[in-house]
């Protein structure tokens, strides 16, 4: 059973940075792909970063030009750095991993920005 354990959420005022980390029981280069998902309260959950095994990236327009994923494959672990945090990033976020028809899911980290 593959874990996920994601950490670096907390607190942060408007337009800081922080670097989560999601860091997997096993070798993240056996996914196909990784990603960072959040929701805020009352709205559903959405996917905001992703990386293959290759290294390609993609992002969500919300958080394109903020957010930064990659990935450490000694290391098992993905990370997510964000820029110029707003208060509408606030979220848990959620790291995600997809090996074929298997989706594994870490518990998630909260984040909050105050304006």
């Known amino acids: 059973q593959v874990q996920l354990v994601e950490s670096g959420g907390g607190l942060v005022q408007a337009g800081g940075s922080l670097r989560l980390s999601c860091v997997a029981s096993g070798s993240i280069f056996s996914f196909t792909v990784m990603d960072w998902y959040r929701q805020a309260p009352g709205k559903q959950r959405e996917s905001i970063a992703q990386?293959?095994?290759?290294?390609?990236?993609n992002y969500a327009g919300s958080v394109k030009g903020r957010f930064t994923i990659s990935r450490d494959n000694a290391k098992n672990t993905v990370y997510l750095q964000m820029n110029s945090l707003k208060p509408e990033d606030t979220a848990v976020y959620y790291c995600?991993?997809?090996?074929?028809?298997?989706?594994?899911w870490g518990q998630g980290t909260q984040v909050t920005v105050s304006s």
């Open positions: 990386i293959t095994r290759d290294d390609i990236t």
């Open positions: 995600a991993a997809h090996q074929g028809i298997y989706n594994y």
